[in-house]
């Protein structure tokens, strides 16, 4: 297996492509990388990933998140964006934002007087963005609401957004927005800290706030969440959805459980058995650093063509030290290969050379790019 790994340097509002070819199957051009700009100061590159907007393989474009840019919504500051990008890039600046939403807040009369239903302004949206064949889902972990109880609160519940058809039907998607409020409740879930779609393409989305800070999954179909969906409906229960519900308080954030861990990984987290081989896949003396980084980035895809889902966790805050000397942050990517159901092989790691330059903070799918039957990838 030669994968072909992409590097993107997130320098500020420059997303560069360079390449680094595993043992060098195929080149690609390593003196023009790409270069695509956005707002500065938007963290334009915190999230990506490639879209085919057909079921032309040749149509390719390129799904930038920039969390905290300005959009044209009314009244909000720095609500975040998702960018197209088409690719191969003609110029930098060809990047445009998507409009998944383009509304102020909504309103609600409470006692006679008009107030914000929700707040978007530094709700970060863009902060994930995932795509499945047409399919598009871009999330804000940060949005609050002010929640169905009679003193106005502001609950950090998170909300996802899916378009398809290339951007011609959008639905929003907040599954934590419902009557159970509070840090005990979902109130806490920042719903699509990490999303991502299944083989089949429905939707997954992680929210690790809910219940206190133990985490949740809930997965929906995207058809479901199109059908019916009207921008009045508050509270809603999506047909055919799934959530996870609370365990018992040992799993709570006092422990620093697997249920949370594997939520932030939720894709892989089909089971504590997985969990379980991905840390101990870790490195021993990477343990320390490279426990709480690897909450992060995670991409699962069938990498080898084997027919089984292969693992790639970014820990973007990995520090790597050599002997006695200090540890430089410098990220990782950890690669595993599902030999068998469930059974994966020790990790293959690919570590950054650049200097808090997170390497692995994002990972996408970049298709087949040399055309020998295997994926290449792309991390951040
Ligand atoms: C967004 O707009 C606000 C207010 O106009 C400004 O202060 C802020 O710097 C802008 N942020 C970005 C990332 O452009
Ligand atoms: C509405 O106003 C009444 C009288 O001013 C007050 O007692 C009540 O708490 C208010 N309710 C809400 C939801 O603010
Ligand atoms: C898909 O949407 C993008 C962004 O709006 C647009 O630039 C592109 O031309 C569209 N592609 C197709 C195949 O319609």
Same mark, same amino acid.
């Given at each position: 297996m030669h994968p072909c790994f992409f590097r993107v340097f997130f320098h500020g509002f420059l997303l560069i492509f360079s390449v680094l070819c595993e043992a060098a199957a195929f080149n690609l051009d390593l003196e023009k990388p790409t270069v695509y700009n956005g707002p500065e100061g938007s963290y334009f590159g915190y999230s990506l990933d490639f879209y085919h907007p057909t079921q032309d393989r040749n149509a390719l474009s390129v799904l930038v998140g920039a969390p905290k840019a300005n959009t044209s919504q009314p009244g909000i500051v720095e609500g975040g964006a998702v960018y197209y990008c088409p690719w191969p890039a003609s110029d930098p600046d060809s990047c445009r934002q998507i409009p998944f939403d383009k509304a102020n807040n909504r309103m609600i009369k409470v006692n006679g007087t008009r107030e914000p239903l929700e707040f978007k302004s530094h709700q970060w949206f863009g902060a994930t963005v995932r795509t499945h064949k047409g399919k598009v889902v871009a999330c804000a972990p940060l949005y609050h609401w002010r929640t169905v109880k009679v003193s106005s609160e502001m609950d950090p519940v998170g909300t996802c957004y899916v378009a398809v058809q290339n951007f011609s039907a959008y639905a929003e998607y907040s599954p934590c927005r419902t009557n159970n409020p509070d840090p005990e409740g979902q109130g806490f879930c920042q719903a699509g800290f990490s999303v991502d779609f299944t083989k089949e393409g429905t939707l997954v989305v992680g929210g690790p706030g809910s219940f206190y800070w133990q985490g949740q999954v809930i997965t929906a179909g995207v058809a479901e969440i199109l059908n019916g969906y009207s921008l009045k409906t508050i509270l809603r229960k999506v047909q055919g959805e799934k959530q996870t519900v609370a365990a018992s308080d040992a799993y709570d954030d006092s422990y620093l459980g697997k249920r949370r861990v594997c939520v932030f990984m939720f894709t892989v987290c089909l089971s504590y058995v997985l969990y379980a081989e991905l840390v101990a896949g870790v490195p021993r003396g990477a343990h320390n650093f490279g426990y709480v980084s690897i909450q992060y980035g995670i991409k699962v895809t069938d990498?080898? #063509?084997? #027919?089984l889902d292969d693992v790639l966790v970014g820990a973007p805050l990995y520090m790597d030290r050599e002997f006695e000397s200090k540890p430089r942050e410098v990220g990782r990517v950890y690669l595993y290969l599902q030999e068998d159901v469930l059974l994966f092989s020790p990790s293959i790691t690919l570590t950054g050379t650049h200097l808090f330059g997170r390497y692995g903070s994002a990972i996408a799918p970049l298709g087949d790019i040399n055309q020998d039957g295997y994926l290449g990838k792309c991390s951040c």
């Open positions: 990498l080898n #063509g084997d #027919g």
